[in-house]
Nanobody, 121 residues
């Protein structure tokens, strides 16, 4: 029903920048919030940033003032601009759209396959 495809991960030195993209396709999600999560080795997955259809944003305290989430509703794409990267930002980053209404009337969460971000010290 919904497919998410992330890109933009890679290896960067501490203090550097990366921009992640996530393109969504399918139906039923266009007015949902879009989110970025991350999961570091041995740690639980955590919400990094969230943006509503109207552009309201929320960030984890650990990335405030360094990361910026944005979306282009005409392209069904969400972005995560990551600046001043730190080694502790190393993780697999996942795009997510939650509570998408299904044809049967329920709700379902959708996840991308993840993209690796590695920050070297």
């Amino acid at each position: 029903q919904v497919q998410l495809s992330e890109s933009g991960g890679g290896l960067v030195q501490a203090g550097g920048s990366l921009r992640l993209s996530c393109a969504a396709s399918g139906s039923g999600f266009r007015f949902n919030a879009m989110n970025w999560h991350r999961q570091a080795p041995g740690k639980q997955r955590e919400l990094v940033a969230r943006i509503t259809h109207g552009g309201y944003t929320n960030y984890a305290d650990s990335v405030k003032d360094r990361f910026t989430i944005s979306r282009d509703n005409t392209k069904n794409t969400v972005y995560l601009q990551m600046n001043s990267l730190k080694p502790e930002d190393t993780a697999v980053y996942y795009c997510n759209i939650d509570r998408v209404l299904t044809p049967t009337g329920g709700y379902r969460d959708y996840w991308g396959q993840g993209t690796q971000v590695t920050v070297s010290s």
